[in-house]
C-alpha cells in the first residue's frame, strides 16, 4: 500500500503531544472534579458524568433489550406451536395464562395483543431509541471532540433520569389487572382513545401515554446537549469537517429527534384530551356496544400523520447511531481511511432530510389519496441513493484493507449485509402498488426488524465491542464475542428471511391464530422454525450478556492507552479517564480522524501536526 | 447544584467553549427550537382538519386580544427590568422584576376568563374541533407560560430575599429566564394572529 516511507524521527507520543500543543482551561484548578465522585449515590446514582450516565444507558436499555425479547419469545412459542401447553410459564405470566381440562395452557388472545404493542413500544422507544443513542452519544461525544463534558451535566442527568421514570410507569403498566396497553405500538385512535375500547386501553394506555411523554423529555434533554456540546465545546482544531463520523451521525440524530418528537408530543396531547375531556380530534360516529358515542367530527387520519410524522424520522433516529459506529469500526479495523467521508456525511444528511417527507408511505393503505401518495413514494425511493452512498462507501472501506476480525468489525461488518437484505425490501414497500398486498404483512415485518431492528442491534454491538475498554478499562471475551455473532448473524436471517415468504403470501401480522385460514395452513412448519430460530438466537445474546458481565470484573485488562492504534480522540485520555477526561491539558487537533496507512505510517492520531514530506493532509 | 457552577463558571468556559454564545443559552435556544415544532404540530393539525369540513365559525373572545398587550408589555417591564440589572440599579430592577411577574399571573388569570367567555358565546368544550382547538392550542400555551412564572418567581424570590450583587451566574440565570420569557410571548402573538386569520 506503502507508496512512500517517511525517515523521519519516530511519532511523539500522544501524552507528549497533547503537553507540548495542548491548552490549558484551569480546568483542574476548581476542584470540583472532586464533587463529581465524593460519594457512591453521586458517582453512581445521581452522576453527572457523561461516561457514568452512558454506562447506566446502556444497562438499562440491555434489561429492557431481555424483557422485550422475552416477550416475543412468549408470543413466538403461542403463533409457533398452538397445539403445545404454556403451562409452565403460568408462574410468571399467572391469569393471561388459561388451562384447559387436558391440562393444555394457552396463551389469552388479549396478552398476546398486549404482547405484541409492548415488544414494540421497548424496543422501539427504550432499547434502540434511549439505549443507543443515550449511551454512545454520551460516552463518546465529550471524548471524540476533546470536550471535559456535555454543555450540562446536569440536563444530562435528568435526561438519565427522566429515560428510567418512564421506564419505570411502562413497567409498572405490565401488572395492570387489565394488562398494559394492547393496541399496538403506534397506539392508534380509537383503541387509543377510547378507554373502553378493550382492557388495555384503559389504565393500560393513561401510564403509556404518561411514560412516553416522560421518555420525550429524556430524549429531548439529551438532544438539545448533544446538539449543543458538538456546536459550542468542539477543542482546538476540531472542524466539523474533522469529527470523526459517529460524532456526525449523534449529532443529526439529535437534530432528528428534536424536530420530530415535539411533534408526537402534541399528537399524544390531543390524544390524552380525547381520551380525558371529551374532545373529538380524532374519534368519530363510534357505536360501542351498539350506542353511538357522542364524539363527532374527528379524524383517526389526523392522529396518523403526526404520529408517522415522528415515526418515519424515529427509524432513522435509530439507525443513524449505528450508521455512525459502524463507519468508525469499520474503518479502524481495515486500517483505511473511511472511503469518501464528506459523501458519508452529505448521505446521512440527505437521509435525515428525506425522513421529513416520506411519512405517508406508512399509510398508503389508510385512505390516503393515491395522487399524494405517488410524492411519497418518489421521495421513498430516493433515500434509496444516499443509503446505497453509504453501503457502497463501507463495502470500499473494506476493499484491500488489512481486516482485522474481532467481534466489533464481525458486528460492523454483519451490519452491512443486514442494512442490504432489509434496505433492499424497503425499495418494494416503498411502491404504494405493492403496498395494496405487502402491507399488514409479515413482510412488513421482516422488513424493518432486519433493517432497523437487528441492523441497528448489530450497529450497538459493534460499539460495544469497540469501546468497552473505555468504558471499564477491561476487553470483553473475544471467543465468546465471535460466538455471539455468528449465532446472531445466522440466526437472525432464519427467524427473519422465511417472513419474506409469509409476507408475499399475504400473512397478517399481530394475528394470535391462523387457524382458521385454511390458505395460510401449510405456513405451520416455518412458523415453527422461525420460534425456534428466535429461541436459540436469544441463547446466544445470552452468551453476550454474561460476557458483558463478566468482562466488567473479571475480563482481560487493558494495558495501554490506544488499543486498538486509532486516531481518535478517546484514546488519547487516561484508560480509565477521571471526570474532565484528560487529567491536563485539553487536546489540540491537528488532522482529520481517518489517516489510516497513511504514506506507509500505520495510523497518524488526531494529536499529530502535518510531518515534513507529508502528502496533502486532510 | 455544582454542575450548574461548573457551566456557570466564566473562567472555565471562556477558554473551552468555540462560539461567543454561551453553552447554556445555545441549550436554550435549541430547546425552544423543539416547542416550536409542537406548536407547528398542533397548528398543521388544525389547519388540515378545518379544509375537511365540519367547522364551527365564530368569532375569538376581545379577552384574548387584550391579553397579547399584557404579555407583551410584561415582556418589555421583564427587558427593562434586565438593562436596571446591568447598570445595577438594583432598586429599579426589584420592581420591574415584580410588575413583569404580576403581569404574567395577570395573563394566565384572563386567559381563564377568556375560555369562559368562549363558552358563554356558545363554543363550550366538546362542541366542535374547532372550539377545541382554540382551548388545546391556548391550554397548551398557558402551561408553558406557567413553567415560565415558576422561573420568574425563583428570580423574584432571590431578589427580595438575597442581597442582589450582579454576578456573571446570576446574569445569565436572568438572560435564560427572559429568553424563555420572551419566547412565550413571541409564541402568543403567533397564536393569536393565526387562531384569527384561520377563522
Same mark, same amino acid.
Given at each position: ?12 507520543? #500522544? ?18 472534579? #472532586? ?55 403460568? @408462574? ?30 421497548? !424496543? ?15 460516552? !463518546?461525544?465529550? %471524548? ?47 383503541? /387509543? ?7 388495555? /386501553? ?15 423529555? +429524556? ?21 466539523? &469537517? $474533522?469529527?470523526?463520523?459517529?460524532? &456526525? ?6 437534530? %432528528?429527534?428534536?424536530? +420530530? ?12 384530551? #380525547?381520551?380525558?375531556?371529551?374532545? /373529538? ?26 404520529? &408517522? ?25 481495515? $486500517?483505511? @481511511? ?106 412488513? =415485518? ?48 432464519? =427467524? ?114 502535518? !510531518? ?7 | ?9 466564566? $473562567? ?11 453553552? %447554556? ?23 388540515? $382538519? ?45 420592581? %420591574?422584576? !415584580? ?17 369562559? #367567555? ?20 391556548? &391550554?397548551?400555551?398557558?402551561?408553558? =407560560? ?54
Amino acid at each position: 500500500m506503502a507508496t512512500a516511507v517517511l525517515t523521519t524521527a519516530p511519532l511523539k507520543r #500522544d501524552d507528549a503531544l497533547i503537553e507540548e500543543f495542548g491548552y490549558d482551561d484551569h480546568f483542574h484548578d476548581h476542584h470540583h472534579g #472532586d464533587k463529581y465522585r465524593s460519594n457512591f449515590v453521586s458517582h453512581y446514582v445521581f452522576s453527572m458524568d457523561h461516561k457514568m450516565i452512558a454506562k447506566q444507558f446502556l444497562i438499562t436499555g440491555m434489561v429492557w433489550a431481555v424483557i422485550g425479547a422475552l416477550m416475543s419469545l412468549v408470543f413466538r412459542m403461542q403463533l409457533g406451536f398452538p397445539e403445545e401447553s404454556l403451562a409452565w410459564i403460568k @408462574p410468571v405470566l399467572g391469569k393471561w395464562i388459561t388451562v384447559n381440562s387436558d391440562g393444555i395452557g394457552t396463551l389469552q388472545p388479549d396478552f398476546y395483543y398486549a404482547l405484541v404493542t409492548m415488544h414494540g413500544t421497548i !424496543l422501539v422507544f427504550f432499547v434502540l431509541t434511549a439505549g443507543l443513542s443515550g449511551t454512545f452519544s454520551n460516552l !463518546l461525544i465529550p %471524548l471524540m471532540i476533546g470536550a471535559r463534558d456535555m454543555a450540562s451535566p446536569l440536563l444530562n442527568m435528568l435526561s438519565y433520569w427522566f429515560f428510567f421514570v418512564s421506564g419505570t410507569i411502562m413497567f409498572a403498566s405490565l401488572f395492570l389487572s387489565t394488562g398494559p396497553f394492547a393496541g399496538g405500538w403506534v397506539a392508534y385512535p380509537p383503541l /387509543s382513545a377510547l378507554p373502553q375500547a378493550m382492557d388495555g /386501553s384503559g389504565a393500560g394506555m393513561t401510564l403509556w401515554t404518561i411514560s412516553l411523554v416522560l421518555l420525550v423529555v +429524556s430524549l429531548l434533554l439529551g438532544g438539545i446537549n448533544y446538539i449543543t456540546t458538538v456546536l459550542n465545546l468542539r477543542t482546538k482544531g476540531m472542524s466539523m &469537517w $474533522r469529527l470523526p463520523l459517529p460524532i &456526525w451521525a449523534f449529532f443529526v440524530t439529535a437534530i %432528528l429527534g428534536l424536530l +420530530s418528537f415535539p411533534v408526537l408530543t402534541s399528537a399524544f396531547f390531543l390524544l390524552m384530551l #380525547d381520551r380525558g375531556v371529551g374532545t /373529538s380530534f380524532y374519534l368519530s360516529d363510534i357505536y360501542i356496544g351498539g350506542a353511538a358515542l357522542d364524539h363527532v367530527g374527528g379524524s383517526p387520519i389526523l392522529y396518523q400523520h403526526l404520529f &408517522w410524522f415522528l415515526g418515519h424520522p424515529e427509524v432513522y433516529i435509530i439507525i443513524l447511531p449505528a450508521f455512525g459506529i459502524v463507519s468508525e469500526v469499520l474503518s479502524v479495523n481495515s $486500517r483505511k @481511511p473511511i472511503f469518501g467521508y464528506q459523501a458519508m456525511v452529505f448521505s446521512i444528511l440527505a437521509i435525515a432530510f428525506l425522513a421529513f417527507i416520506v411519512w405517508a408511505h406508512h399509510m398508503f393503505m389508510s385512505g390516503v389519496n393515491p395522487f399524494i401518495a405517488n410524492f411519497f413514494v418518489i421521495f421513498t425511493l430516493i433515500i434509496a441513493v444516499p443509503s446505497a452512498v453509504k453501503v457502497f462507501n463501507w463495502i470500499a472501506t473494506l476493499y484491500g484493507g488489512n481486516i482485522r476480525f474481532n467481534p466489533a468489525s464481525l458486528f460492523a461488518i454483519g451490519f452491512v449485509s443486514m442494512f442490504i437484505s432489509g434496505g433492499l425490501t424497503g425499495i418494494w414497500l416503498g411502491n404504494s402498488a405493492l403496498d395494496i398486498q405487502l402491507h399488514d404483512t409479515y413482510f412488513v =415485518v421482516a422488513h424493518f426488524h432486519i433493517v432497523m431492528g437487528v441492523a441497528a442491534f448489530f450497529g450497538m454491538f459493534a460499539g460495544i465491542y469497540h469501546w468497552f475498554p473505555k468504558m471499564y478499562g477491561r476487553f470483553m471475551n473475544k471467543t465468546l464475542g465471535n460466538l455471539h455473532f455468528w449465532g446472531t448473524m445466522i440466526g437472525a436471517y432464519c =427467524v427473519f428471511w422465511p417472513m419474506h415468504y409469509l409476507g408475499m403470501a399475504g400473512v397478517p401480522r399481530r394475528y394470535y391464530s391462523f387457524d382458521n385460514f385454511q390458505a395460510f395452513g401449510h405456513f405451520d412448519g416455518m412458523n415453527k422454525f422461525i420460534t425456534i430460530a428466535a429461541i436459540l438466537t436469544f441463547g446466544f445474546q445470552m452468551l453476550f450478556v454474561i460476557n458483558y458481565f463478566y468482562s466488567i470484573w473479571k475480563g482481560k485488562k487493558v494495558t495501554e492507552r490506544n488499543p486498538y492504534q486509532a486516531n481518535t480522540l478517546e484514546w488519547t485520555t487516561p484508560i480509565l479517564p477521571g471526570h474532565g477526561n484528560w487529567p491536563g491539558k485539553l487536546p489540540t487537533v491537528q488532522r482529520w480522524a481517518y489517516d489510516y496507512s497513511k504514506d506507509g505510517i500505520d495510523h497518524l492520531s488526531q494529536l499529530q501536526p502535518p !510531518l515534513e514530506e507529508e502528502s496533502a493532509a486532510h | 447544584m455544582s454542575a450548574i457552577e461548573t457551566t456557570l463558571d466564566p $473562567r472555565m468556559e471562556a477558554l473551552s467553549r468555540r462560539s461567543r454564545l454561551h453553552p %447554556l443559552k445555545m441549550l436554550m435556544y435549541i430547546g425552544l427550537g423543539s416547542l416550536v415544532m409542537m406548536f407547528v404540530a398542533l397548528t398543521s393539525a388544525y389547519i388540515v $382538519r378545518r379544509a375537511s369540513g365540519n367547522w364551527l365559525e365564530f368569532s375569538i373572545p376581545t379577552i384574548f386580544y387584550v391579553n397579547t398587550l399584557v404579555i407583551v408589555v410584561s415582556s418589555l417591564t421583564l427587558h427593562a427590568a434586565y438593562g436596571a440589572f446591568k447598570r445595577e440599579a438594583m432598586g429599579v430592577y426589584k420592581g %420591574l422584576l !415584580l410588575v413583569s411577574f404580576l403581569l404574567g399571573i395577570a395573563f394566565v388569570v384572563l386567559q381563564f376568563m377568556g375560555w369562559q #367567555d368562549l363558552a358563554a358565546q356558545g363554543v363550550p368544550l366538546k362542541i366542535n374541533p374547532s372550539g377545541d382547538f382554540i382551548y388545546a392550542i391556548s &391550554w397548551l400555551h398557558a402551561l408553558h =407560560v406557567v413553567g415560565g412564572l415558576a422561573a420568574l418567581f425563583v428570580t423574584v424570590l432571590v431578589a427580595y430575599i438575597r442581597r442582589i450583587r450582579k454576578t456573571p451566574a446570576r446574569q445569565l440565570r436572568l438572560e435564560l429566564t427572559m429568553i424563555y420569557w420572551h419566547f412565550v410571548d413571541i409564541l402568543w402573538i403567533y397564536l393569536i394572529i393565526f387562531l384569527s386569520l384561520q377563522r
